[in-house]
C-alpha cells in the first residue's frame, strides 16, 4: 500500500497529551463531584438545597459559553485550558484547607460552586473547540470514541469516591483533586499546535474596534450562522430539550434512591454502573468499527426515542431490570453522543468552532439549569418516578418532531464523510 494512501495516525504528539491531561483531570473532578453531591445531600438533608447547588454550578454555565466563545475563536485556546487548570488546582486546594477546619457555610460553598461553574463553562468552549483541531484526518469517530470511553471509565470514580468519602471524608478528596488540575495542566502546556485559526481571524477583525465591541460582533455574528445552518440549529433545539429533561432526572435520581432504597447512593451506583459498563463496551466498538455514514442519522434517531422510553419506565422496574435497561442506555448513549459530536465538529470551520460551540453550551445548559428548577419543585408536589417519566416521555415525542421533522438538513451533516 502507497503512503499517500494510509490513513494518518490519530496518536500524534498533542492528541496523546490531551488525551493524558484529560484522563488525569476527569478523573479526580468525578471523585470530588460525586463527593459534594453527597456532603450536600447529608448536610442539608433536603432535595430544594440539592437543586439549589446543582443550580449555582449551572447558572454561569448558561452565561458564559456565548461570551467565552467568541473570544476564544480570536485567542489560544490552548492557554486558555491550562490556565484555568492550575485555577481550578488553586480553588480546590483552598476549599480543601478550610473543609479539613471543620468549617462549613452553605452559601460560601454555594458561591465556590458558581466560581467552578464560570471555570468549567469557559473551560469546555476551549476545550471542545481545540481538541478537534488535534484530530488527524477521517479519525473523528475514532477519537471522540476514546473521550466518550474516558467520560464512562471517569465514572468508576464515583463509587469509589463514595467509599472514601464515608471512609476520610471530602477534604482529601478535594486535594486530590488539585493535584490532578496541577498535573493536567503542567501536561497541557506541552501541546504544540499552532492554532492557525487565530492569525486567519485577524483579517475579519474590525479596524478600530476595541475587544468588547469585537466580541458583541462576533456573537452575532456565530449567531446568524448557527440560525442559518437548519440542520445545526435543529440539531442544538433538540439537545436543549434533551438536557432540560437531563436536568429534571438528574436533580431527582440520586435523592430518590436514597430516599427509597437502604444506601441508597450504592444501589444508584450499581444501576448507573450499568450505563458506564454499556458505555465502555460501545465506545470501544465505535473506536474499532465505523458507523456507515449513510445509517447514522437513522440508527441516532432510533436510539434518541428507544433511551428516551428506557429511562421513562425503568424506575419502576426491579433493580435487576434498572441495570439491563441502563446497559442498553449506555451503549446507546454513547453511539449518538459519537455520531453527533464527530459530525457537528468536522462540519464546523475552524475559525467558527468557539462561536457555535460556545452558542451549542449556552443553550444546552439553560436547558439543564431550567430542568433543575423544574425537578426541584416538582419533586415537592410530585412522586419522583412520575416526574422523570412524563420528562422522558416528552424527550421521545420532541426526537420525533425535531430530529425526525429535519431529517434532510441533519442527516447532510450526519451522514457526511469526514
Not at 468557539?354 to 439553560?366: C, E, S
Amino acid at each position: 500500500m502507497k503512503m499517500e494512501n494510509m490513513k494518518p495516525s490519530l496518536w500524534t504528539r498533542d492528541f496523546t497529551i490531551i488525551t493524558a491531561g484529560t484522563v488525569v483531570s476527569m478523573f479526580g473532578n468525578a471523585m470530588a463531584d460525586f463527593a459534594m453531591s453527597l456532603m450536600v445531600l447529608d448536610i442539608s438533608k433536603s432535595t430544594m438545597l440539592y437543586a439549589v447547588y446543582l443550580a449555582m454550578y449551572t447558572i454561569p454555565q448558561i452565561i458564559m459559553p456565548i461570551f467565552s466563545g467568541a473570544i476564544l475563536d480570536r485567542y489560544s485556546r490552548k492557554k486558555t485550558i491550562y490556565t484555568l487548570d492550575f485555577i481550578s488546582a488553586g480553588l480546590y486546594l483552598v476549599m480543601a484547607w478550610a473543609l479539613s477546619t471543620g468549617w462549613f457555610s452553605f452559601p460560601v460553598f454555594a458561591l465556590f460552586c458558581f466560581v467552578l461553574g464560570c471555570i468549567i463553562s469557559m473551560y469546555m468552549v476551549a476545550y471542545d473547540s481545540l481538541y478537534p483541531l488535534l484530530i488527524t484526518e477521517g479519525n473523528y469517530q475514532k477519537a471522540y470514541s476514546i473521550q466518550s470511553i474516558l467520560d464512562t471509565v471517569s465514572m468508576v470514580m464515583v463509587p469509589v469516591a463514595a467509599f472514601l468519602y464515608k471512609g476520610i471524608g471530602i477534604a482529601p478528596l478535594m486535594a486530590a483533586n488539585a493535584v490532578c488540575f496541577f498535573i493536567a495542566a503542567v501536561m497541557e502546556t506541552q501541546i504544540r499546535n499552532e492554532e492557525k485559526y487565530i492569525e486567519n481571524q485577524k483579517a475579519t477583525a474590525l479596524e478600530g474596534a476595541g475587544k468588547g465591541r469585537q466580541m458583541l460582533v462576533d456573537i452575532k455574528e456565530g449567531l446568524r450562522y448557527l440560525a442559518g445552518e437548519r440542520g445545526l440549529l435543529a440539531v442544538t433545539v433538540y439537545f436543549a430539550v434533551l438536557f432540560t429533561m437531563g436536568g429534571i432526572e438528574n436533580v431527582i435520581t440520586l435523592p430518590y434512591f436514597k430516599n427509597n432504597f437502604a444506601n441508597g447512593e450504592y444501589i444508584y451506583m450499581l444501576v448507573w454502573g450499568c450505563a458506564v459498563v454499556g458505555r465502555s463496551i460501545g465506545g470501544g466498538i465505535h473506536y474499532k468499527t465505523k458507523v456507515p455514514a449513510a445509517k447514522r442519522y437513522s440508527l441516532a434517531l432510533i436510539l434518541y426515542v428507544f433511551n428516551s422510553l428506557a429511562e421513562a419506565f425503568y424506575l419502576f422496574c426491579k433493580v435487576p431490570v434498572m441495570m439491563v435497561l441502563c446497559f442498553l442506555v449506555g451503549i446507546g448513549g454513547v453511539t449518538t453522543y459519537t455520531i453527533r459530536i464527530s459530525a457537528m465538529q468536522s462540519y464546523v470551520p475552524d475559525e467558527k468552532k468557539g462561536r457555535v460551540t460556545g452558542a451549542f453550551n449556552m443553550l444546552v445548559m439553560l436547558g439543564a439549569f431550567l430542568g433543575e428548577a423544574i425537578g426541584g419543585l416538582a419533586s415537592e408536589f410530585i412522586g419522583e418516578r412520575m416526574i422523570i417519566m412524563i420528562a422522558m416521555l416528552i424527550q421521545a415525542v420532541l426526537a420525533v418532531i425535531i430530529i425526525g421533522g429535519n431529517r434532510e438538513p441533519i442527516s447532510a451533516i450526519y451522514n457526511r464523510e469526514e
